[in-house]
């Protein structure tokens, strides 16, 4: 477990400003998620991460095969943040720093986190559909054991975007 303890935020402190952590995914919420982020750090002069985890390969037993699939994730990954930055410029002139990091997607979320003490909050999304608030809010919030030491925003996904203005 990662001793998020260790390092105090420092967000607000002469030479560093706030960063807003969003966890990116090709899900319908994501994009509330981001358009939140975006319009808020536009408001607040703060700054914007997009993280995006790459599961590790299973069965690479076959030589060169976990290296082939490596690199199509990152590929892939670096397609859909590409496609983030765009979006996050048109919603509000942010251009997010885009992050790849490969492993379980809580230690690499609280990795980041333990790292980076200019991220003073994180943004999630809910699901649209009734089964469910969404996978990565249930991959957070179902999870036990975790303590974060920044606060969790969750933007319900239902929201428009005339809507997500209003309150940011």
């Known amino acids: 477990m990662i001793d998020l303890k260790l390092k105090k935020r420092r967000s607000f402190d002469a030479g560093h400003r706030p960063k807003y952590l969003i966890l990116a995914d090709e899900s319908a919420e994501f994009d509330k998620a981001l358009y ?3 319009r808020r750090a536009a408001r607040n002069k703060a700054a914007v991460i997009a ?3 790459i599961k590790p390969g299973e069965n690479q037993e076959w030589l060169g ?4 699939m490596q690199a199509e994730a990152e590929t ?15 919603i509000a002139n942010v251009k997010p720093e ?3 990091r490969t492993g379980n997607k809580i230690d690499e979320i609280l990795g980041l986190i333990a790292e980076d003490e200019d991220i003073s909050l994180m943004f999630l999304a809910t699901g649209t ?3 469910g608030p969404g996978s990565i809010v249930s991959l957070m919030m179902g999870k036990t054991g975790v303590a974060f030491t920044i606060p969790v925003t969750i933007v319900p996904g239902n929201l428009k975007d005339e809507e997500i203005e209003a309150l940011t």
């Open 129 to 131: 559909e009734t089964d």
């Open 51 to 53: 993280l995006y985890v």
């Open 36 to 38: 939140f982020a975006a």
């Open 98 to 100: 885009c992050v790849i």
């Open 76 to 90: 892939k990954a670096e397609q859909l943040l590409a496609k983030i930055a765009d979006r996050a410029n048109e």
């Open 65 to 68: 095969v976990g290296d082939i």
